[in-house]
């Protein structure tokens, strides 16, 4: 066992989905973070482990904060990775949430311990929620890009396979971990207008919730995010009404975007009956419990 692990409990679980999101770069918007931050306030998640922050975080790049408690003591707030649990009622899996900040070092012992961490749950699947700036409107449906750790989930969940070579953060590092420890993996990725990069994206943060529903079979209420959403896209759209530059660039941008759904529209797939069928059962479990 991975020794950075601090344990709070280990609850019984039932074939539950890791769910992670890490603040930094791979968090545009804010949407990845609020979208697990949404989760967790949804189905009352409680802690369950963390990771001792001392051997993974460089506290010049990540620095602690000082909060005074009661206006009084001066309280040190160090970066943190925690793991908090969720049972969901009508889904045949529960929860396990992790959040922190991207770490800076040692990202191998990391993704060991959240591997670790997962394998002490009994996790089935691990889902990673992202978020990174393009060039696409805030006044369009925000693009979300799934990537899966094996060729045949790539397939059943409909996914494009990725030719991407590059650089990556501790999201890649994680999955790759998954998948040597044989424990399948996926991650969603919402696009963020760069032009609000500085602006918390509830839009975004909605749209994953939307995705991560389906991939794990889990019906979120999500009115309160819905009305986020609708009130970030009448500000953002009367912020840039209020500047030609602004507003010119952002039509561009939103023909681009047009003119691509209009190629593509023909050669989207339906989904299949069963799809429909499974996911209105899923629906049907969950917003009636007690009736089953």
Request: hydrophobic letters at 45%.
């Amino acid at each position: 066992m991975v020794s950075a692990i601090d344990w709070t409990a280990r609850p019984q679980l039932r074939d539950p989905v890791l769910v992670c999101a890490f603040s930094g770069w791979n968090d545009a918007g804010e949407a990845a973070s609020a979208a697990l931050t949404f989760l967790q306030q949804s189905f009352e998640a409680e802690p369950v482990a963390s990771i001792d922050c001392e051997d993974f975080f460089d506290f010049t790049e990540t620095r602690p904060t000082i909060s005074l408690d009661e206006g009084v003591t001066r309280v040190i707030e160090w970066p943190e990775t925690t793991f908090q649990a969720a049972g969901v009622p009508g889904s045949a899996h529960d929860l396990v949430l992790l959040q922190g900040a991207e770490p800076q070092l040692r990202w191998r012992s990391y993704s060991a311990a959240v591997v670790e961490v997962a394998r002490e749950l009994g996790v089935k699947m691990v889902i990673s929620l992202g978020a990174l700036l393009a060039d696409v409107p805030h006044s369009r449906a925000v693009s979300i890009t799934g990537l899966a750790s094996e060729d045949g989930l790539v397939d059943k969940l409909g996914f494009e396979h990725s030719s991407y070579e590059g650089p990556t953060g501790i999201v890649g590092v994680i999955h790759d971990a998954c998948g040597q420890a044989g424990m399948p993996s996926a991650s969603l990725w919402a696009s963020v207008p760069h032009y609000v990069a500085a602006a918390p994206n509830p839009k975004a943060a909605l749209a994953l919730i939307r995705r991560f529903e389906g991939l794990a079979g889990v019906v979120v209420e999500a009115s309160e995010l819905e009305d986020a959403a609708e009130q970030y896209e009448r500000q953002v759209t009367a912020a840039v009404a209020s500047d030609p530059d602004v507003k010119a660039f952002v039509e561009k941008l939103e023909e681009s975007m047009d003119a691509a759904d209009d190629e593509t529209q023909f050669t989207r797939e339906i989904p299949s009956g069963d799809a429909i069928a499974r996911d209105f059962q899923n629906f049907l479990r969950q917003a009636k419990p007690d009736e089953e």
